[in-house]
C-alpha cells in the first residue's frame, strides 16, 4: 500500500484539485481501506481497489459540500516538478492545468486514469464504474477538448 500512494496522491490531486484536498482525500483513503481491508480479495489488483475507495470517498464528499475552483496546481507546486524544469516547464504544467480544471469530472477521470496513471481502458471502467465503451467516449471528448483548450493557449 506505501508503494502506491505517489500514485493515490497524483490522482486525489486530479479529482481535488487542491494539494491540501488531495492530501485529505489520500489520507480518508488509506483510512478506509485499513478498516476495510477484509473485503480486499487477494489476487485482484490493490491499485484499482483503492482508486474505487478514493473516487467514491471523492464522489461523497462533492455532494456533502461545495468544492472551491483552483487552478490544478498552485505555483509553488508546478515551480518545484521536475526539479530543473525550470519556469517554462511551470507554466506549460500550469496551462495543462487550468485546461485539466475546466473538464467535466467524468471526462477529467477518464483523463487522469488513463492518460496520466497508465491504466487500460477496461480497468479504468472497472474504477469508475461504467462500461468500457462510456469511458471510452469520456476520454476521447475530454482529450479533444484539452487539445482544443490547449491550442487555444497556444
Request: aromatic residues 6%; negative net charge; contains cysteine.
Amino acid at each position: 500500500m506505501v508503494a502506491l500512494l505517489p500514485r493515490l496522491r497524483r490522482f486525489a490531486l486530479g479529482l481535488a484539485r487542491d494539494r491540501a484536498d488531495g492530501d485529505d482525500l489520500v489520507q480518508l483513503t488509506v483510512e478506509r481501506a485499513l478498516t476495510s481491508r477484509t473485503q480486499w480479495q487477494e489476487g485482484t489488483r490493490l491499485d484499482s481497489w483503492m482508486y474505487r475507495i478514493m473516487r467514491n470517498i471523492w464522489i461523497d464528499e462533492g455532494r456533502s459540500r461545495t468544492r472551491r475552483s483552483q487552478t490544478f496546481v498552485t505555483e509553488e507546486t508546478g515551480l518545484s516538478v521536475g526539479g530543473d524544469g525550470g519556469q517554462e516547464a511551470a507554466a506549460e504544467l500550469g496551462v495543462v492545468g487550468r485546461a485539466m480544471d475546466r473538464l467535466p469530472d467524468d471526462q477529467r477521470e477518464a483523463v487522469m486514469l488513463v492518460l496520466v496513471e497508465g491504466y487500460k481502458y477496461a480497468e479504468a471502467a472497472e474504477i469508475v464504474g461504467c462500461p468500457v465503451g462510456t469511458l471510452t467516449s469520456r476520454l476521447g471528448r475530454g482529450r479533444e477538448a484539452l487539445m482544443a483548450m490547449l491550442g487555444e493557449a497556444a
